[in-house]
T-cell receptor, first 114, second 110 residues
Framework: EAGVAQSPRYKIIEKRQSVAFWCNPISGHATLYWYQQILGQGPKLLIQFQNNGVVDDSQLPKDRFSAERLKGVDSTLKIQPAKLEDSAVYLC????????????FGPGTRLTVT | QKEVEQNSGPLSVPEGAIASLNCTYSDRGSQSFFWYRQYSGKSPELIMSIYSNGDKEDGRFTAQLNKASQYVSLLIRDSQPSDSATYLCAVVTGTYKYIFGTGTRLKVLA
């Protein structure tokens, strides 16, 4: 079974530029999560989708971050414009919609904003 | 009070000893509990899940859940240097929110 795919793996941009990340979940997983993980901290949920609907985006900085999951499968997360404090690893995870809710993570995208 | 709390460590144990990692949570309606391991520079990987009170064993790992006291723990028996990593506790709350703790860094000394 293929795991969660993410691209790119690394990205370096200057502040005020835009960037987009892509995620393809495990086949059959209706729930998709985007997390931001700053060095030394636990993952912070940015947005949770169930199929193509948003379940929770309470911690997404909506003035600069956006995400979509148009066909209920893969998803993109965009930052525009980027700030220095956006430097982090962006993790995508997926799970079944029902118990056991076990999440499986992709390799992540390491973003550096200079 | 944080929704999911863990001691950040580092927790240092000698090789072969038992490592005990603890996590407390605030939402009494929480229903599912997980332990993830994260090596430096890697993504979290699921190592244990537990849903009912008591112990659940899987190889050298034992997860313990006490809903009345709102804590979940992870025991690692016969700790190996390869177990050195950050261990993240995660909780699915009563409103189906998935919350991670900040993680406990474990160092197993050879």
């Amino acid at each position: 079974e293929a795991g969660v795919a993410q691209s790119p793996r690394y990205k370096i941009i200057e502040k005020r530029q835009s960037v987009a990340f892509w995620c393809n979940p495990i086949s059959g997983h209706a729930t998709l999560y985007w997390y931001q993980q700053i060095l030394g901290q636990g993952p912070k949920l940015l947005i949770q989708f169930q199929n193509n609907g948003v379940v929770d985006d309470s911690q997404l900085p909506k003035d600069r971050f956006s995400a979509e999951r148009l066909k209920g499968v893969d998803s993109t997360l965009k930052i525009q414009p980027a700030k220095l404090e956006d430097s982090a690893v962006y993790l995508c995870a997926s799970s079944l919609v029902r118990v056991p809710y076990e999440q499986y993570f992709g390799p992540g995208t390491r973003l550096t904003v200079t | 009070q944080k929704e999911v709390e863990q001691n950040s460590g580092p927790l240092s144990v000698p090789e072969g000893a038992i490592a005990s990692l603890n996590c407390t949570y605030s939402d009494r309606g929480s229903q599912s509990f997980f332990w993830y391991r994260q090596y430096s520079g890697k993504s979290p990987e699921l190592i244990m899940s537990i849903y009912s009170n008591g112990d659940k064993e899987d190889g050298r790992f034992t997860a313990q859940l006490n809903k009345a006291s709102q804590y979940v723990s992870l025991l690692i028996r016969d700790s190996q240097p390869s177990d050195s990593a950050t261990y993240l506790c995660a909780v699915v709350t009563g409103t189906y929110k998935y919350i991670f703790g900040t993680g406990t860094r474990l160092k197993v000394l050879a």
